[in-house]
């Protein structure tokens, strides 16, 4: 049977074969998805993560800056890694000041520290997810241990890709999505 580590490095090199046009008219779709599925007027802070460019990852920035232009009280938040196997997260405003880390991901060096408490949607990273909500990561657990400090947030995936059927390598660790937006459809799960 093939492991996490093997879909992870599998579906890795699948986006990066993705052209330039074909990443673009993805997240623009997903942005449509986003934005016909999430009322983002009823929310009151948002966390993202910040794109690597790099790895074809979902542009966040473009849900993001609808969501505020939908809502311009949104409270963005972001976040950086930590030796500890923590997060820590920021307010993305104009004290924000991000640099791209060793492993090329953005993230922020200097700004004021988010209240998580306040957090009530979080856009997560992920390289493949399942019909039933589970994701394949980066493999650090940084987001899984995020994710169980804020049970009551809703836990929303951006996938350049549809689901596979179902990723068995689950375990009590792994929380998991509440949806995830896809370029054709946004998945609900439980």
Known sequence: M?????L???YLEKRLTLS???LETRNINILKQTLAHFDFSQ???IHTFLSMVEKKEVNTHLIVAKATDVNE???VVTSKTLKDGQLEHYI?????RVE???WGIPQPVQGT???ISKIDIVLVPLIAFDKVGHRIGYGKGYYDRFLKKIPHATKVGVSLSPPLDLIPYSNEHDVELDFCITPHKVYKFQ
Request: charged share 45%; net charge negative.
């Open 92 to 96: 993305v405003d104009d004290d924000l």
């Open 113 to 115: 520290l988010a209240d």
């Open 2 to 6: 093939v492991d996490k580590n093997v």
């Open 100 to 102: 791209t880390n060793k």
């Open 20 to 22: 330039d046009d074909e």
């Open 8 to 10: 992870r490095k599998v």
């Open 43 to 45: 929310y009151k802070c």
């Open 73 to 75: 009280a949104l409270t």
